[in-house]
């Protein structure tokens, strides 16, 4: 899965689903959640860790210094991802469909 913002692969970190039977969770713990998909982030939602990787998604180099000077920053270094500030904190999940959806499942 990538990152719909910046293309990076997302980093899968949990996975959700509901309870059932959760009056047999104390025989068999593993047997109580029903798998609704899987939980992802953007590894870029904090930052990126090089320069080339924000020149790359930015699309060009010579709009390095004008989105710097645009968003207040002083160097590359201070560049997240889209996904960091639109949605919670760079996360994605995917549904029984193995579709991607933004932000973090409710």
Not at 19 to 24: G, P
Not at 26 to 52: L, T, V
């Amino acid at each position: 899965m990538e990152c719909s913002y910046c293309g990076a692969e997302l980093i899968c970190e949990d996975y959700y689903g509901y309870t059932k039977h959760a009056e047999h969770y104390w025989e068999y713990p593993q047997s109580w959640i029903e798998k609704e998909g899987d939980i992802y982030r953007c590894p870029n939602h904090e930052g990126f860790q090089s320069k080339e990787d924000v020149l790359e998604y930015l699309g060009r180099e010579d709009k390095l210094e004008e989105y710097l000077k645009d968003c207040g920053y002083s160097s590359w270094k201070e560049v997240v991802c889209e996904s960091s500030t639109h949605h919670v904190s760079g996360s994605f999940y995917t549904d029984k469909n193995d579709n991607l959806h933004e932000g973090y499942p409710c």
